[in-house]
């Protein structure tokens, strides 16, 4: 990075900006000093930084505003021996102390996010506790900065006072005398060199006597001071004297307690003064409502707005894939804007900054940013505008690296229009080869071409509104720009046969050209808005297509709820049967048995559970099927959740014992004891139950992570938490209230599950419920219930443990 570069992209206006933004002098002209950094690791550390500080801010709590006082260099003076520091340079320090421990606590705060907040600590560890150091100052100082009044020196203020009211007593003698008062020019004494003195006329000089300490310039006034007052004053000095002696005492004596915090004040300084850089960049970023850019390899810009241009920036979108880009186009459509743009958001990216963008923008970090901006004509170094940009070309083209940024306007102007495109194409050559990113502004025809047949090299131009003869400072990437030149000249005050002069010199020239270029941008716009269109289009065919498998997966459940109830009836059926031939076997035992009459019945019962487990059979292979065509449903969702997830059995070879484990619909948390006849037997809460293997899901481990956020409810004396919640016939924001109401009561009182009863209806409640459980960090799930307890009407909430 060199100074001339920095200055052409404006890099200083911005630098002296953000140390506006720093409450501390020495924070602000540490800011100016610094340059932005090229290392891709020390970059990513800064901006993490910045973001983090850039969180507390946005958090809400109380940031400390209070100026932070320049003390670097009484910090050397402590390390002197008999070195005695002023009441001011004590009152500094001391205000430093508190408000660099205030800066401290507020950045180790919470309230900006698990991550951010790690950073911070980790930034501030290092720092020592020097609220010492404020203690021993404020033991002297009031914080107005004014001693204390110390038992050290109420003894001596005490006399000074009986001595000053003894010496006004004396001086009211004279002026209460009618006599001697006619001799004074004024009634009110007055003080020379610390002594209190009577204005006499010159005519009676002799008549009070006593030492005379001035003359007035005219010679008509004596300043006397009378014998008697004297030794009153001479008191009083001596009694100050006195005190300045203790004062001086006290002010040692702390200055060299503080000396013994020396290298601790040495260090927190430093720290401090580092931390208030990062809070002036992250107050800039706010202030700017910037976003930060991710560090990639592509160079690309969501919606940039020159933070110099204020409410007149025009947002600008560049997106470069290729090493080179030549943007073409009319003058002042905005060219050289976008070119400073691309800099100047570079060397603010490298500085820790947050950009003025949308989110989406990306920047690489280079090891130097290089540009060739304006005319630099020199009469005194003989230069022309087409020398001083080829010098400047030149020592550009001996630093750049395959980490560069170049930046280079008109390029090839100034001389032969043929020449010129010539060196331009050659300079492109030559930066390109060596992996330099190149973005170049120019009117050479030559250069268009060559954008297109040139690989690694693009086309682009700033967009121009033919039927208002305006810039739009829209960048349009692939497709080369015209000039407009005579357009523009007619619209500055060009006479019209001038005007027309030009364009008849040009109707044969450039007809064709300008036909293929308004065609291509034609082209260019067309395949935006046929993708675009194709977008929604598919879009809008993904969620018909969604829509229609929910509706036919719950009528598939309908079915299957239906024929579960027809087979509990069955099974019912099969039971009574079951104990009424039990009873005719014991009655035939009873009365006449026979061989026949015994093997009708065993006949009879064996074709009966046939047909049960038949049509068991063909309920469980539905069961499967529905269980396939939910989770392909889910799948096409994209994360929006209409209906419960179901997730596929466990592997019976996974579940041993321990196992945690899903068990059935309600997907409660388990944990397998052993294996049973025909399934395993598994521990939820406080009950055992045998489960068939199919209906266990294997559970996901429970994560033992810190979580990075408490949250606090404050709740009524009378919330208590209910097994059953009932949201029916409320409005969606009083339902979430008494959701939130529920959930923190039942967070509280150690409930880990309850129901949510939300209706069918439009599903307007039912949504808005799951919407608002997805985002609530105490609920570890949620799914409907089993349709004989509510099914898409009611919910089971399953909390944190």
């Known amino acids: 990075?060199?100074?001339?570069?920095?200055?052409?992209?404006?890099?200083?206006?911005?630098?002296?900006?953000?140390?506006?933004?720093?409450?501390?002098?020495?924070?602000?002209r540490k800011i100016n000093e610094s340059l932005p950094l090229c290392d891709s690791n020390a970059a990513a550390s800064l901006k993490r930084l910045v973001s983090a500080v850039l969180g507390r801010l946005n958090s809400g709590d109380a940031e400390p505003l209070g100026a932070i006082p320049a003390v670097a260099p009484l910090l050397p003076v402590l390390g002197v021996e008999g070195t005695v520091l002023g009441v001011e340079e004590l009152y500094a320090l001391g205000i430093f102390a508190e408000r660099g421990e205030a800066l401290r606590e507020w950045l180790r705060g919470g309230g900006a996010g698990a991550e951010n907040q790690n950073t911070l600590r980790e930034a501030t560890d290092s720092m020592p506790d020097c609220r010492a150091v404020s203690a021993e100052v404020f033991?002297?100082?009031?914080?107005?900065?004014?001693?204390?009044?110390?038992?050290?020196?109420?003894?001596?203020?005490?006399?000074?006072?009986?001595?000053?009211?003894?010496?006004?007593?004396?001086?009211?003698?004279?002026?209460?005398?009618?006599?001697?008062?006619?001799?004074?020019?004024?009634?009110?004494?007055?003080?020379?060199?610390?002594?209190?003195?009577?204005?006499?006329?010159?005519?009676?000089?002799?008549?009070?006597?006593?030492?005379?300490?001035?003359?007035?310039?005219?010679?008509?006034?004596?300043?006397?001071?009378?014998?008697d007052v004297v030794e009153k004053n001479n008191s009083i000095i001596i009694e100050q004297r006195r005190l300045d002696a203790e004062i001086r005492r006290v002010l040692r004596e702390t200055t060299a307690s503080l000396s013994s915090f020396r290298e601790d004040l040495a260090l927190f300084h430093e720290r401090v003064v580092y931390l208030e850089t990062l809070r002036a960049r992250a107050r800039y970023s706010r202030d700017c409502r910037g976003h930060f850019a991710k560090d990639a390899g592509e160079l690309v810009l969501a919606k940039a707005r020159h933070p110099l241009l204020g409410s007149r920036a025009v947002p600008v979108d560049f997106?470069?894939?290729?090493?080179?880009?030549?943007?073409?186009?009319?003058?002042?459509?905005?060219?050289?804007?976008?070119?400073?743009?691309?800099?100047?958001?570079?060397?603010?990216?490298?500085?820790?900054?947050?950009?003025?963008?949308?989110?989406?923008?990306?920047?690489?970090?280079?090891?130097?940013?290089?540009?060739?901006?304006?005319?630099?004509?020199?009469?005194?170094?003989?230069?022309?505008?087409?020398?001083?940009?080829?010098?400047?070309?030149?020592?550009?083209?001996?630093?750049?690296?395959?980490?560069?940024?170049?930046?280079?306007?008109?390029?090839?102007?100034?001389?032969?229009?043929?020449?010129?495109?010539?060196?331009?194409?050659?300079?492109?050559?030559?930066?390109?080869?060596?992996?330099?990113?190149?973005?170049?502004?120019?009117?050479?025809?030559?250069?268009?071409?060559?954008?297109?047949?040139?690989?690694g090299v693009e086309n682009a131009s700033v967009e121009f509104d033919g039927q208002t003869?305006?810039?739009?400072?829209?960048?349009?990437?692939?497709?080369?720009?015209?000039?407009?030149?005579?357009?523009?000249?007619?619209?500055?005050?060009l006479p019209a046969g001038i005007v027309a002069g030009a364009r008849s010199y040009l109707e044969d020239e450039r007809a064709d050209v300008s036909a293929l270029i308004a065609e291509l941008k034609k082209k260019h716009r067309d395949l935006d808005a046929a993708q675009k269109q194709a977008a929604e289009t598919e879009r809008r065919l993904r969620e018909e297509k969604r829509s229609a498998d929910l509706r036919e997966l719950r009528l598939r459940q309908k079915e299957l709820e239906l024929k579960q109830g027809g087979m509990g009836k069955f099974r019912l059926l099969l039971q009574e049967s079951r104990k009424k031939l039990e009873n005719l076997v014991r009655e035939v035992k009873e009365g006449e048995l026979s061989r026949e009459k015994t093997l009708k019945v065993k006949e009879f019962l064996r074709e009966l559970g046939n047909a049960v487990g038949a049509e068991a059979s063909i309920l469980d292979a539905e069961e499967?099927?529905?269980?396939?065509?939910?989770?392909?449903?889910?799948?096409?969702?994209?994360?929006?959740?209409?209906?419960?997830?179901?997730?596929?059995?466990?592997?019976?070879?996974?579940?041993?014992?321990g196992s945690a484990v899903l068990v059935g619909e309600r997907r409660r948390r388990g944990k397998v004891i052993r294996a049973e006849k025909g399934g395993w037997l598994v521990e939820t809460g406080s009950l055992r139950i045998t489960v068939d293997k199919e209906d266990l899901i294997s559970a996901p481990p429970v994560s033992e992570e810190p979580r990075p956020l408490i949250e606090t409810a404050e709740l009524s004396g009378n919330a208590r938490a209910c097994f059953e919640l009932n949201l029916r016939g409320m409005r969606l924001e009083e339902a979430l209230e008494t959701l939130q109401r529920q959930i923190d009561a039942a967070v509280l009182s150690g409930l880990g599950e309850f129901s949510v009863i939300h209706g069918k209806g439009d599903g307007i409640l039912q949504k808005g419920v799951h919407e608002y459980l997805a985002n609530q960090g105490q609920v570890a799930d949620y799914y409907f219930s089993r349709p004989e307890l509510g099914g898409f009407g009611r919910t089971e909430v399953v909390l944190m443990r």
């Open 139 to 227: 033991r002297v100082l009031d914080r107005d900065g004014k001693l204390r009044d110390l038992p050290e020196f109420r003894e001596i203020k005490r006399r000074i006072q009986g001595l000053t009211a003894e010496l006004e007593k004396t001086v009211a003698r004279y002026i209460g005398n009618d006599e001697s008062r006619r001799m004074l020019r004024s009634a009110v004494p007055s003080q020379r060199d610390g002594r209190t003195v009577l204005a006499v006329k010159a005519n009676f000089r002799g008549r009070i006597k006593g030492i005379v300490h001035e003359v007035s310039g005219t010679g008509q006034t004596l300043f006397v001071e009378p014998e």
């Open 469 to 493: 003869l305006s810039p739009t400072y829209r960048i349009v990437m692939g497709i080369p720009g015209e000039s407009r030149a005579v357009d523009i000249a007619s619209r500055n005050g």
């Open 1 to 28: 990075m060199n100074d001339k570069t920095l200055a052409l992209l404006e890099f200083d206006s911005v630098r002296n900006a953000v140390s506006l933004c720093a409450l501390s002098e020495e924070a602000g």
């Open 319 to 455: 997106a470069m894939s290729s090493a080179g880009v030549i943007i073409t186009g009319p003058n002042t459509g905005g060219k050289t804007v976008a070119l400073k743009t691309i800099g100047l958001f570079a060397l603010m990216n490298q500085f820790g900054l947050a950009l003025p963008s949308d989110e989406g923008t990306s920047l690489p970090v280079f090891d130097g940013v290089y540009a060739d901006i304006g005319d630099e004509q020199s009469l005194a170094q003989s230069l022309s505008t087409f020398s001083a940009h080829i010098a400047a070309i030149a020592s550009i083209t001996a630093r750049a690296t395959s980490r560069s940024l170049v930046l280079l306007d008109e390029l090839g102007s100034g001389t032969d229009p043929l020449e010129g495109g010539a060196i331009a194409m050659a300079v492109l050559d030559y930066l390109v080869e060596r992996g330099s990113r190149v973005v170049v502004t120019t009117h050479h025809g030559a250069l268009k071409n060559y954008g297109y047949t040139r690989s």
């Open 624 to 657: 499967k099927l529905f269980r396939e065509d939910r989770g392909r449903v889910g799948a096409g969702k994209g994360g929006a959740s209409e209906g419960p997830e179901i997730p596929e059995p466990a592997d019976g070879a996974s579940i041993v014992p």
